[in-house]
């Protein structure tokens, strides 16, 4: 069993989506962000960064194991199943590319174009300007390397 802490974001979606992907037993632990339960001391023990999401896989050998950061959580779970990350080096090298292209290009950037046009209090035309761009030529990216695969 996989204890998932996360909460409704983008970002916590990827765990649940890839849990469900790879047919693994979990339960959802809500951290709820509004209420700034990342900063409780319980949740700061599993993660000392205070972000969703993390989880704890209490079927690996030596006892639980407790991974933060989605790359980190993304992997762990494909090597344990052996499923969505090839073995074969050119095969795995595309895979990794692509996971690390949106950890740190995808996520980051889109969230601060969402962050600067949804939520900043303060209207700033050269941030908004600057995330939004960036997140067009991101997605431009995302559909070149799609295009053409299954």
Do not use: C
Request: aromatic share 6%; no cysteine; charged share 20%.
């Amino acid at each position: 069993m996989i204890d998932l802490y996360t909460w409704t974001t983008p970002n916590g979606r990827k765990i649940s989506v890839m849990l469900e992907e790879i047919g693994l037993p979990y339960k959802v632990l809500p951290v709820n962000l509004q209420k700034d339960e990342q900063a409780s001391p319980e949740f700061t023990a599993i993660n000392p960064n205070r972000k969703i999401p993390a989880i704890v896989d209490h079927d690996v050998p030596g006892g639980p194991l407790t991974i933060f950061e989605s790359g980190a959580i993304l992997i762990h779970l494909a090597e344990k199943t052996g499923r969505l990350l090839p073995r074969d080096v050119r095969a795995r090298a595309v895979v990794l590319q692509w996971l690390m292209y949106q950890m740190s290009h995808v996520g980051p950037i889109i969230g601060q174009a969402g962050h600067f046009v949804n939520q900043a209090p303060e209207k700033i035309p050269y941030a908004i300007q600057r995330f939004i761009g960036e997140s067009i030529r991101i997605v431009g990216v995302l559909n070149t390397g799609l295009a053409g695969h299954e």
